[in-house]
């Protein structure tokens, strides 16, 4: 969210004193040379004719639930010459590795019906990290403030589906809090950051209105830059969107480069599939199991569709779900900062009489390196 500061207005020439000491020499000289009228005369003319430089110098001078508890301030940011910006790339980017020793897990519970299960308590939960159990500090399920990135396909094949694509971004950001910030990325032939963060819906819709389909899909490519930007982000609590209607053909970036990078990165990815029912590529065959692979390392989830139609739906069962997830915290038993991957497992405890459920949490995270 770029704010721009305001110009002041040029500071007031101040007059050189030793010209205004001419006067008085000036004055001084007429009383010796001239009779004492002319003399009164010019001083008066002198006197008014330098005073108005001075006056003009001195006019221009002028849901019904609790908050998430705050967790530890972030890492300070990367200098901004470090910062991706618009669609350049940093490939030698430094891992982004948390330096909190609150390892916070956000879990969400659905049933075979795929709804939301709400309403379990801390001792419905169980944490692993590796195969040792670890104490559970903190757990909360009230809807806290999120940062929160749109990845927006704009490829070509995305023509026909573009208009119901737009509406689903308006509908998922219908279930946003006040307190959300957002930014928005498209993507054709390379990713092209349209919005940076700021909490005016109004501001993104805006500018999407404008977008042209055109071009392949470098759908990779978007999600790096996505994950890059959310360094930026102000709450600890991160999410972006993935909606595309097809496989990457297009990115610089593998994806085992990506999916190394999601993993790296301390946030949920969900994303939007819209294929349609004969996949006529090879990219496009691939690309529902990519999105799940991708979301699945952070705890979110993919949804694949063929309607456009349905898009506005998912897009909104997206972002209540995002409002409706248990949050535990730990501190992990093993002390160690190596800079290496740790895997999390959460299991469930259900109470007697509900149906099996699934859980959907992150997959691990990377330890502190020092």
Known sequence: MARHRGRGSPRPRIPDRKRQAAPFWTC???????PFSVCLLAFFVLIFGFSVPSTVAQGVGTTDEVHVNPRVQPDPLPPKDAQPVGSS????????????DLVLVPVTITDPMNRLVTGLDKENFNVYEGKEAQEIKHFSSEDAPVSLGVIFDMSGSMSSKIER??????????TANPQDEFFMITFADKPDEVSDFTQ??????????????????????????????????????????????????HSRYTEGEIKSVVKEADLLMYA??????????PEEQLGPALLSELTELTGGRAFTID??????????????????????????????????????????????????????AKTGYYAPSQ
Request: net charge positive.
């Open 165 to 174: 694509a737009r509406e689903a971004v308006v509908e998922f950001f219908k």
């Open 272 to 281: 939007i599939g819209i294929y349609d029912r004969y996949m006529s590529s």
């Open 28 to 34: 001084h000289t007429l009383l010796l040379s001239t």
């Open 89 to 100: 790339f940093n490939t030698h980017s430094k891992p982004y590795k948390s330096e909190s």
């Open 200 to 249: 005016s819906i109004e501001d993104i819709q805006g500018k999407l209105v404008y977008t042209i389909p055109k071009g392949r899909t470098a759908l990779l490519d978007a999600i790096y830059l996505g994950v890059s930007k959310m360094r930026q982000a102000k709450y600890p609590k991160k999410a972006v969107l993935v909606i595309s209607d097809g496989g990457d053909n």
């Open 307 to 360: 309607n456009p139609n349905d898009l506005g739906d998912v897009a909104t069962k997206i972002g209540i779900e995002l409002r409706n997830q248990y949050v535990l915290g730990y501190r992990p038993k093993n002390p160690t900062h190596d800079g290496k991957w740790r895997k999390i497992k959460v299991k469930l405890v259900p109470p007697k009489g509900l149906p099996p459920l699934r859980v959907y």
